[in-house]
T-cell receptor, first 115, second 114 residues
Framework: SAVISQKPSRDICQRGTSLTIQCQVDSQVTMMFWYRQQPGQSLTLIAT?????????ESGFVIDKFPISRPNLTFSTLTVSNMSPEDSSIYLCSVEDRGLDTEAFFGQGTRLTVV | DAKTTQPPSMDCAEGRAANLPCNHSTISGNEYVYWYRQIHSQGPQYIIHGLKNNETNEMASLIITEDRKSSTLILPHATLRDTAVYYC???????????????FGQGTTLQVKP
């Protein structure tokens, strides 16, 4: 199994500012993903973080709002830009290695409150 | 990826088996059934997955019907710590790789009661 560390674990931010969330894995992994979980809701996939190239975003999410970096096989960042109260959510990093019998592992999430 | 349908909530008595159903009537031949759970304020945790055969591990058993249109996750002896939201997800594979993304539905909130 992979051990995932997300930082910060929680933050309270002013509207209009940006927050960068870090995801560190203890081993090299093929795939890294970012999810959002709004209050009382299920998880929604934001994007797939691709090493050395631009992230692949899901419908409804754009790079200008959620820029993502992935400089190597163990690290990724998600930035929530120009925040508004609607961005208050838990943001989760997930990692997985490609293979038939593999599963995804999740970090504990970053609880973001925008005031 | 195919959609899944789960009951929004279920109760189970502590020590009894919890049987969580999932319908995936549009599942295709190369799609696996995955189960995850999310305990309050934590990230989702992998439980089990399968293609067409029944599967068992230290956490649970997965029973998939012969036509693969539905499945049941069984927690054999539920404890209070099993209270969580359980997600049934189908995802595609191509050859030897998982290619489908994990798309979460609303899941089933399981409440284990003393």
């Amino acid at each position: 199994s992979a051990v995932i560390s997300q930082k910060p674990s929680r933050d309270i931010c002013q509207r209009g500012t940006s927050l960068t969330i870090q995801c560190q894995v203890d081993s090299q992994v093929t795939m890294m993903f970012w999810y959002r979980q709004q209050p009382g809701q299920s998880l929604t996939l934001i994007a797939t973080a691709n090493q050395g190239s631009e992230a692949t975003y899901e419908s409804g999410f754009v790079i200008d709002k959620f820029p993502i970096s992935r400089p190597n096989l163990t690290f990724s960042t998600l930035t929530v830009s120009n925040m508004s109260p609607e961005d208050s959510s838990i943001y989760l990093c997930s990692v997985e290695d490609r293979g038939l019998d593999t599963e995804a592992f999740f970090g504990q999430g970053t609880r973001l409150t925008v005031v | 990826d195919a959609k899944t349908t789960q009951p929004p909530s279920m109760d189970c008595a502590e020590g009894r088996a919890a049987n969580l159903p999932c319908n995936h009537s549009t599942i295709s031949g190369n799609e696996y059934v995955y189960w995850y759970r999310q305990i309050h304020s934590q990230g989702p945790q992998y439980i089990i997955h399968g293609l067409k055969n029944n599967e068992t591990n230290e956490m649970a058993s997965l029973i998939i019907t012969e036509d693969r249109k539905s499945s049941t996750l069984i927690l054999p002896h539920a404890t209070l710590r099993d209270t969580a939201v359980y997600y049934c997800i189908v995802r595609s594979t191509v050859g030897s790789s998982n290619t489908g993304k994990l798309i979460f539905g609303q899941g089933t909130t399981l409440q284990v009661k003393p």
